[in-house]
């Protein structure tokens, strides 16, 4: 009979050095520590695949950042402005997830803008380029420019001037033309626009620019369809907007509800573009202090 290990003490001596009593301890199993190992090889993957899901969701449902690429919006934003839009406001379609994937077949919990609101949308007729425009007429509204004074369903819309809006000269800005340019005492270039406050119907206020005569201060009347959205850009005469027709690098027309991404929510950045990526001290010198954390 072929005896186990404590079955009966073997007769041969112990090898030297080692002691007698007791059994030998026994070796670390091999089979969990090599499991051990793949789970922790395994989990950067399944980090980084958590961590791709955690900013997916919360810019497509939550808050996205955007940039302002342009001086449509002034005097409100400027370029090289860094905003957060708020995406549960108006509901949320496919434009609101990354890359516009089409996931969704209609706008889950839509919600009319309401006038006055700074709202990012996806620009007619392409659909693929985000615009950020302020919404001026409802579905009903009758929008019209006379004199270059907005009038919505037939009432003219309070417009009052202002002390004129003054901006730096910077490699981000430039005055549109020479009329504007004034060298300020102490020899820095800048900006000067005419400046008005704008009152709507429901009371919100908000300032815009009036460049002087300009085409399109005078426009036909146009009804808002249901479904869609009048914009226009605080910059009135700097601004292709739905006073003209939807086309490619031109106007963007009357824009679907649909197509709205979100509503502007908190300036989380600004620069005036004179930041030098190899010098760091200028990664603040060119930082506009004063207009981090604006809401809307």
């Known amino acids: 009979m072929t005896a186990t ?12 050095g ?6 030998s301890p026994a070796s670390p199993p091999i089979a969990p520590a090599k499991a051990r190992k793949e789970k922790k090889e395994d989990s950067f993957p399944v980090f980084l695949v958590k961590l791709v899901l955690v ?9 996205s950042p955007f940039n302002i690429p342009s001086e449509s919006m002034l005097p409100r934003l400027e370029n090289g402005d860094y905003l957060l839009a708020a995406k549960w406001p108006y509901g949320y379609s496919n434009y609101s997830l990354p890359f516009s994937v089409p996931l ?12 006055g609101d700074v709202a990012i949308f996806k620009a007619p007729p392409g659909n693929d380029i985000d615009y950020i425009k302020r919404v001026i007429g409802l579905p009903g509204d009758t929008v019209q420019m006379i004199g270059g004074v907005l009038h919505l369903n037939g009432q003219a819309v309070r417009k009052e001037k202002v002390e004129d809006f003054v901006i730096a000269v910077t490699p981000n800005t430039d005055c549109l033309s020479g009329e504007f340019a004034v060298t300020e005492a102490d020899g820095r270039q800048t900006c000067h626009y005419p400046q008005f406050r ?11 620019l009036d460049l002087g005569q300009r085409a399109v201060d005078d426009t036909v009347p146009v009804v808002v369809p249901e479904g869609q959205l009048f914009m226009m850009g605080d910059n009135r005469d700097n601004s292709m907007d739905s006073r003209f027709p939807a086309m490619e690098g031109g106007g963007i ?6 197509n709205l991404v979100g509503r502007a929510a908190i300036m989380m950045w600004s620069t005036d573009g004179s930041a030098n990526w190899f010098l760091p001290w200028t990664w603040f010198t060119a930082a506009r202090w004063n207009r981090i954390g604006g809401t809307f």
């Open 18 to 23: 080692s002691s007698s009593s007791g059994p």
């Open 253 to 258: 027309g009357l824009v679907p509800q649909d």
């Open 104 to 115: 969704l077949p209609k706008r889950l919990f839509a919600s009319q803008p309401e006038r």
């Open 5 to 16: 290990m404590n079955d009966t003490p073997d007769a041969s001596p112990p090898p030297a």
């Open 55 to 63: 900013v997916a969701i919360f810019r497509s449902f939550i808050f």
């Open 198 to 208: 704008e009152t709507l119907p429901g009371g919100k206020s908000y300032n815009v």
